[in-house]
């Protein structure tokens, strides 16, 4: 872990912030890439992302506050923070995901067409986000057995923890391969790609959920940022609750888009070069 890459003097320079301005700039890239097939110029979608991620990151702090309300409210002093710190991905997807449709609404261009530009580029993100959780120690994984391949030390704890932002990584990385894949192989309908993305992503955040340290006393302890909201029969946390809700969301969206009419016939070019 090394949560801060280099000082400037007192001004500190840290991975997580650093880490996600590349996934910002590689993000955009690629619904730069794809934008055209979708009738959406580079322009249009470099004025979206700007909207979206600003809203996405106020979102992401804004879910945090409302889930940590009980500190925040012993601690006003820390609601405010220029850091990249304090964030959750589900306020980020919401907030980020409200302004992109209202981008669209107003710029007069077909939400599925948009989404379905922009939603792989999700995927990239968060993956690429999730390597700014590892160097920024937040996010790990359950204390796991010696010998567990890639087990790491977390601050203040001698036990070995489950690397399960590298996993959560990984699974993202999957379900952008299997996106990327398809798309050269299917004609898929307006917003299938959307639905898709939303369930692949929602399946790998109630996966990953299991290996992320997740218990009441590891919250009460520092150790973890989920908690469970059932533990009977079956424990289910916040997290996985919400993700079960996306991969609901996302086959729902993509059953009902197969009655749309198909795009022009997937193009060569478009896989991540």
Known sequence: MHPVLFKIGTF????????MIVAFMLSVWLAQKRAPKFGISKAQIGDMAFWSILAGVFGARILFIVQEWSYFAAHPDKLLTL??????????????????LLWAKKKGIPARNLLDAVAPAFLVGHLIGRVGCLFNGCCFGGVC???????IHVEGDSLLHYPAQVYDSLMNLLGLGIVL?????????????????????????????FWRAGTDEQVRQGLASST??????????????????????????????????????????????
């Open 181 to 209: 894949f398809l798309e050269r192989r299917v004609r898929f309908k307006p917003g299938q790609v959307t639905g898709l993305v939303i369930a692949l992503h929602g399946l790998a955040r109630f996966v990953y959920e």
């Open 145 to 151: 057995p010696v010998g567990t391949f890639g087990a």
């Open 83 to 100: 850091r990249f710190e304090g964030l959750t991905s589900f306020g980020g997807l919401i907030f980020g995901l409200g302004a992109a």
């Open 228 to 273: 469970y909201w059932f533990t009977k029969p079956f424990p289910i946390t916040q997290a996985q609750a919400m993700a079960a809700a996306l991969i609901l969301l996302g086959g729902l969206m993509y059953a009902f888009s197969s009655r749309r009419k198909a795009l022009a016939p997937p193009a060569e070019d478009l896989a991540v070069a």
């Open 12 to 19: 500190e320079v840290r991975s997580f912030g650093v880490v």
